[in-house]
Protein backbone atom coordinates (compact mmCIF):
# COMPACT_ATOMS: atom_id res chain seq x y z
CA UNK A 1 0.00 0.00 0.00
CA UNK A 2 1.05 3.68 -0.96
CA UNK A 3 2.81 5.16 2.22
CA UNK A 4 0.20 8.08 1.89
CA UNK A 5 -2.76 5.40 2.16
CA UNK A 6 -0.68 3.29 5.44
CA UNK A 7 -0.66 6.44 7.49
CA UNK A 8 -4.37 7.74 6.61
CA UNK A 9 -5.73 4.53 7.21
CA UNK A 10 -4.35 4.76 10.72
CA UNK A 11 -6.62 7.87 10.85
CA UNK A 12 -3.78 9.77 13.01
CA UNK A 13 -3.21 7.12 15.48
CA UNK A 14 0.68 6.16 16.02
CA UNK A 15 1.54 3.10 13.28
CA UNK A 16 3.83 0.54 14.10
CA UNK A 17 6.28 -0.52 11.06
CA UNK A 18 9.12 -2.84 11.68
CA UNK A 19 12.86 -3.21 10.72
CA UNK A 20 14.74 -6.42 9.23
CA UNK A 21 17.66 -6.86 7.64
CA UNK A 22 18.48 -9.72 5.38
CA UNK A 23 19.73 -13.00 7.16
CA UNK A 24 23.31 -14.47 5.55
CA UNK A 25 23.63 -17.75 6.59
CA UNK A 26 21.03 -20.87 7.13
CA UNK A 27 20.70 -19.88 10.81
CA UNK A 28 20.28 -16.36 10.57
CA UNK A 29 17.13 -17.45 7.92
CA UNK A 30 15.71 -19.71 10.87
CA UNK A 31 15.77 -17.16 13.41
CA UNK A 32 13.97 -14.54 10.92
CA UNK A 33 11.18 -16.61 10.08
CA UNK A 34 10.64 -17.48 13.26
CA UNK A 35 10.48 -13.69 14.32
CA UNK A 36 8.58 -13.22 11.23
CA UNK A 37 5.84 -15.85 12.34
CA UNK A 38 5.49 -14.46 16.05
CA UNK A 39 5.25 -10.63 15.02
CA UNK A 40 3.11 -11.46 12.09
CA UNK A 41 -0.10 -10.89 15.25
CA UNK A 42 1.18 -7.22 15.47
CA UNK A 43 0.18 -6.09 12.30
CA UNK A 44 2.63 -4.17 11.65
CA UNK A 45 1.79 -0.89 9.23
CA UNK A 46 4.87 -2.01 6.99
CA UNK A 47 8.28 -3.92 6.86
CA UNK A 48 11.28 -2.09 6.21
CA UNK A 49 14.11 -4.36 4.82
CA UNK A 50 17.96 -3.16 4.75
CA UNK A 51 20.41 -3.12 1.93
CA UNK A 52 24.12 -3.47 1.96
CA UNK A 53 25.64 -0.16 0.21
CA UNK A 54 28.67 -2.53 0.34
CA UNK A 55 27.07 -4.76 -2.14
CA UNK A 56 27.35 -8.63 0.05
CA UNK A 57 23.83 -8.35 0.97
CA UNK A 58 22.13 -6.72 -2.09
CA UNK A 59 20.75 -9.60 -3.39
CA UNK A 60 19.26 -11.02 -0.32
CA UNK A 61 17.33 -7.51 0.23
CA UNK A 62 15.72 -8.55 -3.41
CA UNK A 63 14.94 -11.93 -2.08
CA UNK A 64 13.72 -11.18 1.33
CA UNK A 65 11.33 -7.93 -0.25
CA UNK A 66 9.91 -10.89 -2.40
CA UNK A 67 9.52 -13.15 0.04
CA UNK A 68 7.65 -10.51 1.88
CA UNK A 69 5.43 -9.65 -1.31
CA UNK A 70 3.91 -13.03 -1.17
CA UNK A 71 2.76 -12.32 2.85
CA UNK A 72 -0.18 -10.58 3.36
CA UNK A 73 0.96 -9.18 6.99
CA UNK A 74 4.49 -7.59 5.78
CA UNK A 75 3.96 -5.06 3.22
CA UNK A 76 7.77 -4.30 2.40
CA UNK A 77 9.69 -1.21 2.06
CA UNK A 78 13.17 -1.71 0.56
CA UNK A 79 16.10 0.45 1.43
CA UNK A 80 17.60 1.43 -1.09
CA UNK A 81 21.38 3.11 -1.32
CA UNK A 82 22.99 5.23 -3.87
CA UNK A 83 26.27 4.05 -2.84
CA UNK A 84 27.92 2.17 -5.93
CA UNK A 85 25.26 2.31 -8.41
CA UNK A 86 24.57 3.31 -11.86
CA UNK A 87 21.93 4.94 -13.14
CA UNK A 88 21.03 2.03 -15.00
CA UNK A 89 21.47 -0.56 -12.21
CA UNK A 90 18.96 1.72 -9.85
CA UNK A 91 16.48 1.95 -12.95
CA UNK A 92 16.57 -1.91 -12.84
CA UNK A 93 16.11 -2.55 -9.23
CA UNK A 94 13.48 -0.04 -9.03
CA UNK A 95 11.52 -1.88 -12.44
CA UNK A 96 11.74 -5.16 -10.47
CA UNK A 97 10.43 -4.06 -7.64
CA UNK A 98 7.60 -2.23 -9.25
CA UNK A 99 6.74 -5.37 -11.48
CA UNK A 100 7.14 -7.03 -7.66
CA UNK A 101 4.06 -4.76 -6.27
CA UNK A 102 6.21 -3.33 -3.90
CA UNK A 103 4.78 0.15 -2.98
CA UNK A 104 7.08 2.15 -1.27
CA UNK A 105 11.19 3.00 -1.23
CA UNK A 106 13.08 4.40 1.47
CA UNK A 107 15.87 6.21 -0.79
CA UNK A 108 19.27 6.42 1.16
CA UNK A 109 22.93 7.30 0.34
CA UNK A 110 24.28 4.88 2.40
CA UNK A 111 27.97 5.08 3.78
CA UNK A 112 30.86 4.01 1.54
CA UNK A 113 32.77 0.76 2.87
CA UNK A 114 36.01 1.75 4.92
CA UNK A 115 38.97 1.20 1.96
CA UNK A 116 36.39 1.57 -0.79
CA UNK A 117 35.31 4.83 -3.13
CA UNK A 118 32.74 5.96 -4.27
CA UNK A 119 31.74 5.49 -8.37
CA UNK A 120 28.00 5.76 -7.68
CA UNK A 121 26.26 8.08 -9.86
CA UNK A 122 24.22 10.26 -7.03
CA UNK A 123 26.27 11.38 -4.26
CA UNK A 124 23.73 12.38 -2.21
CA UNK A 125 19.90 10.99 -1.29
CA UNK A 126 18.11 13.69 -2.75
CA UNK A 127 19.64 12.62 -6.58
CA UNK A 128 17.51 8.97 -6.05
CA UNK A 129 14.71 10.94 -4.52
CA UNK A 130 14.47 12.87 -7.60
CA UNK A 131 15.39 9.81 -9.86
CA UNK A 132 12.02 7.70 -8.38
CA UNK A 133 9.93 10.63 -8.34
CA UNK A 134 10.94 10.63 -12.25
CA UNK A 135 10.18 6.96 -12.44
CA UNK A 136 6.65 7.62 -10.94
CA UNK A 137 6.01 10.47 -13.77
CA UNK A 138 7.08 8.45 -16.45
CA UNK A 139 4.23 6.14 -15.24
CA UNK A 140 6.89 3.43 -14.91
CA UNK A 141 4.95 1.88 -11.89
CA UNK A 142 2.01 -0.42 -12.92
CA UNK A 143 0.47 2.23 -10.05
CA UNK A 144 -0.70 5.64 -10.80
CA UNK A 145 1.02 7.36 -7.85
CA UNK A 146 3.81 4.98 -8.25
CA UNK A 147 6.35 4.71 -5.58
CA UNK A 148 6.10 6.13 -2.31
CA UNK A 149 9.31 7.99 -1.44
CA UNK A 150 11.36 7.68 2.20
CA UNK A 151 13.93 9.31 3.57
CA UNK A 152 16.74 9.09 6.85
CA UNK A 153 16.86 11.63 9.29
CA UNK A 154 19.22 12.37 12.14
CA UNK A 155 17.68 13.84 15.27
CA UNK A 156 20.91 14.10 16.73
CA UNK A 157 22.94 14.99 13.88
CA UNK A 158 24.61 14.16 10.77
CA UNK A 159 28.65 13.33 10.85
CA UNK A 160 29.20 14.81 7.41
CA UNK A 161 27.35 17.81 7.80
CA UNK A 162 27.96 19.56 11.42
CA UNK A 163 26.26 22.84 11.22
CA UNK A 164 23.04 21.66 12.05
CA UNK A 165 20.90 24.60 10.15
CA UNK A 166 22.30 23.50 6.37
CA UNK A 167 22.05 20.24 7.69
CA UNK A 168 18.13 20.58 7.87
CA UNK A 169 18.42 22.91 4.72
CA UNK A 170 19.69 19.08 3.13
CA UNK A 171 16.76 17.54 4.79
CA UNK A 172 14.25 19.65 2.97
CA UNK A 173 15.89 19.52 -0.49
CA UNK A 174 14.86 15.87 -0.14
CA UNK A 175 11.26 16.71 1.10
CA UNK A 176 11.10 19.41 -1.78
CA UNK A 177 12.33 16.62 -4.01
CA UNK A 178 9.72 14.11 -3.72
CA UNK A 179 10.20 12.41 0.10
CA UNK A 180 6.62 11.33 1.22
CA UNK A 181 7.98 10.79 4.38
CA UNK A 182 10.63 10.67 6.95
CA UNK A 183 12.36 7.87 9.53
CA UNK A 184 14.93 8.89 12.20
CA UNK A 185 17.76 7.09 12.99
CA UNK A 186 17.61 5.56 16.34
CA UNK A 187 17.58 7.74 19.57
CA UNK A 188 17.52 6.75 23.19
CA UNK A 189 16.20 10.90 24.82
CA UNK A 190 12.68 11.21 23.27
CA UNK A 191 13.81 15.23 23.89
CA UNK A 192 15.87 14.85 21.15
CA UNK A 193 13.43 13.77 18.98
CA UNK A 194 10.68 16.27 19.86
CA UNK A 195 13.13 18.93 19.51
CA UNK A 196 13.75 17.75 16.43
CA UNK A 197 10.24 17.39 15.18
CA UNK A 198 9.54 21.58 16.24
CA UNK A 199 12.76 22.07 14.07
CA UNK A 200 11.36 20.27 11.18
CA UNK A 201 8.28 21.86 11.09
CA UNK A 202 9.77 25.60 11.73
CA UNK A 203 11.79 24.28 8.53
CA UNK A 204 8.45 24.00 6.81
CA UNK A 205 8.83 20.16 6.00
CA UNK A 206 5.14 18.97 6.87
CA UNK A 207 5.94 15.36 5.71
CA UNK A 208 5.00 12.62 8.03
CA UNK A 209 8.46 11.58 10.46
CA UNK A 210 8.65 8.32 12.05
CA UNK A 211 10.44 7.71 14.94
CA UNK A 212 13.26 5.30 15.24
CA UNK A 213 13.38 3.15 18.02
CA UNK A 214 15.97 0.60 18.78
CA UNK A 215 15.30 -2.14 21.91
CA UNK A 216 19.21 -2.10 22.74
CA UNK A 217 19.83 -6.13 24.06
CA UNK A 218 23.44 -6.48 24.76
CA UNK A 219 26.22 -4.24 26.21
CA UNK A 220 28.24 -5.42 22.67
CA UNK A 221 25.37 -3.97 20.75
CA UNK A 222 25.05 -0.89 22.31
CA UNK A 223 29.04 0.30 21.72
CA UNK A 224 28.31 -0.91 17.96
CA UNK A 225 25.58 1.32 17.85
CA UNK A 226 27.37 4.36 18.88
CA UNK A 227 30.36 3.42 16.24
CA UNK A 228 27.89 4.12 13.62
CA UNK A 229 27.42 7.32 11.44
CA UNK A 230 25.08 9.70 13.22
CA UNK A 231 25.83 7.74 16.40
CA UNK A 232 24.01 7.33 19.47
CA UNK A 233 24.14 9.63 22.52
CA UNK A 234 23.16 7.21 25.45
CA UNK A 235 21.19 10.10 28.48
CA UNK A 236 22.80 9.54 31.76
CA UNK A 237 19.78 7.64 33.28
CA UNK A 238 19.82 4.72 30.83
CA UNK A 239 23.41 4.57 31.18
CA UNK A 240 23.08 4.75 35.07
CA UNK A 241 20.67 2.22 34.92
CA UNK A 242 22.72 -0.29 33.33
CA UNK A 243 25.59 0.33 35.43
CA UNK A 244 23.96 -1.17 38.08
CA UNK A 245 22.68 -4.25 35.69
CA UNK A 246 26.54 -5.22 36.13
CA UNK A 247 27.38 -7.83 33.88
CA UNK A 248 24.08 -9.55 34.11
CA UNK A 249 22.79 -9.99 30.45
CA UNK A 250 19.42 -10.48 31.39
CA UNK A 251 18.82 -7.86 33.70
CA UNK A 252 20.15 -5.43 30.70
CA UNK A 253 18.05 -6.48 28.36
CA UNK A 254 15.47 -6.15 31.08
CA UNK A 255 16.51 -2.66 31.74
CA UNK A 256 16.99 -1.59 27.89
CA UNK A 257 13.30 -2.75 27.06
CA UNK A 258 12.21 -0.70 29.91
CA UNK A 259 13.55 2.31 28.30
CA UNK A 260 12.35 1.43 24.87
CA UNK A 261 9.17 0.73 26.05
CA UNK A 262 9.27 4.27 27.91
CA UNK A 263 10.19 5.53 24.87
CA UNK A 264 7.64 4.61 22.64
CA UNK A 265 4.73 5.40 25.26
CA UNK A 266 5.89 8.67 25.20
CA UNK A 267 6.01 8.68 21.48
CA UNK A 268 2.54 7.65 21.86
CA UNK A 269 1.31 10.73 24.20
CA UNK A 270 2.74 12.72 21.85
CA UNK A 271 1.06 11.76 18.78
CA UNK A 272 4.03 10.55 16.51
CA UNK A 273 2.98 10.18 12.98
CA UNK A 274 4.94 6.38 13.66
CA UNK A 275 7.33 4.55 15.40
CA UNK A 276 9.39 2.40 13.13
CA UNK A 277 11.02 -0.37 15.43
CA UNK A 278 14.53 -1.52 14.43
CA UNK A 279 13.82 -5.13 15.40
CA UNK A 280 17.49 -6.82 14.71
CA UNK A 281 15.82 -9.62 13.27
CA UNK A 282 14.13 -10.71 17.17
CA UNK A 283 10.70 -10.92 18.15
CA UNK A 284 11.42 -10.73 21.99
CA UNK A 285 12.02 -7.06 22.52
CA UNK A 286 9.03 -6.19 20.41
CA UNK A 287 6.66 -8.27 22.09
CA UNK A 288 7.91 -7.53 24.86
CA UNK A 289 7.34 -3.37 24.37
CA UNK A 290 3.83 -4.10 22.67
CA UNK A 291 2.95 -6.52 25.59
CA UNK A 292 3.64 -3.94 28.00
CA UNK A 293 2.01 -1.07 26.18
CA UNK A 294 -0.74 -3.20 26.40
CA UNK A 295 -1.12 -3.45 22.74
CA UNK A 296 -0.91 -7.47 23.06
CA UNK A 297 -2.23 -9.79 24.99
CA UNK A 298 -0.40 -13.16 24.05
CA UNK A 299 2.17 -14.86 25.88
CA UNK A 300 6.23 -14.19 25.56
CA UNK A 301 7.16 -17.41 24.45
C1 LIG B 1 16.10 5.05 8.77
C2 LIG B 1 17.48 4.74 8.24
C3 LIG B 1 17.68 3.62 7.45
C4 LIG B 1 18.96 3.33 6.95
N1 LIG B 1 19.12 2.21 6.19
C5 LIG B 1 20.32 1.94 5.62
C6 LIG B 1 20.51 0.81 4.77
O1 LIG B 1 19.60 0.01 4.56
N2 LIG B 1 21.72 0.63 4.21
C7 LIG B 1 22.77 1.49 4.44
O2 LIG B 1 23.84 1.28 3.89
N3 LIG B 1 22.62 2.59 5.23
C8 LIG B 1 21.44 2.82 5.82
N4 LIG B 1 21.27 3.93 6.64
C9 LIG B 1 22.44 4.76 6.92
C10 LIG B 1 22.56 5.96 5.93
O3 LIG B 1 22.64 5.52 4.61
C11 LIG B 1 23.83 6.72 6.30
O4 LIG B 1 23.74 7.20 7.62
C12 LIG B 1 24.23 7.85 5.36
O5 LIG B 1 25.45 8.44 5.86
C13 LIG B 1 23.23 8.98 5.29
O6 LIG B 1 22.23 8.66 4.43
P1 LIG B 1 21.15 9.75 3.93
O7 LIG B 1 20.24 9.00 3.07
O8 LIG B 1 20.62 10.53 5.05
O9 LIG B 1 22.12 10.66 3.02
P2 LIG B 1 22.00 12.18 2.51
O10 LIG B 1 20.64 12.71 2.63
O11 LIG B 1 22.63 12.19 1.17
O12 LIG B 1 22.91 12.93 3.57
C14 LIG B 1 24.22 12.48 3.85
C15 LIG B 1 25.04 13.68 4.33
O13 LIG B 1 25.25 14.56 3.23
C16 LIG B 1 24.77 15.85 3.53
N5 LIG B 1 24.20 16.42 2.29
C17 LIG B 1 23.01 16.13 1.73
N6 LIG B 1 22.84 16.84 0.60
C18 LIG B 1 23.98 17.57 0.44
C19 LIG B 1 24.43 18.49 -0.53
N7 LIG B 1 23.67 18.82 -1.60
N8 LIG B 1 25.66 19.06 -0.40
C20 LIG B 1 26.46 18.74 0.68
N9 LIG B 1 26.07 17.88 1.64
C21 LIG B 1 24.85 17.30 1.52
C22 LIG B 1 23.73 15.66 4.61
O14 LIG B 1 23.55 16.82 5.40
C23 LIG B 1 24.34 14.52 5.41
O15 LIG B 1 25.33 15.00 6.29
C24 LIG B 1 20.04 4.21 7.21
C25 LIG B 1 19.85 5.33 8.03
C26 LIG B 1 18.57 5.60 8.55
C27 LIG B 1 18.38 6.80 9.44
Redesign the pocket.
Known sequence: MHIQDILSAARGTTTFSF?F?PPRTPVAVKTLQSTLDLLAPLRPAFA???????GSTRDL?QSLVAELTQSDVFDPIP?????GHSESEIMTLLTRYAAAGVSNI??????IPAGKSDSGV???????VRFIKQFNERGLHPRPRGFGI?????PE?????PNRM??M???K??VDAGADWL????FFDNHVFHDFRARCSLAGITAPI?A?VLPLTTATGMKRMAA???GMRYPARLIRALNRAGDDPEAFRRIALHHATEQCADLLDHHADGI?LYTLNQSQPVLGIFSRLGLWHGHLP
Open positions: EFSVTYGAGTHLTCVLALRGDFTHAAQLGVACFGHPATTEDHLAKCTQSLGLAGH
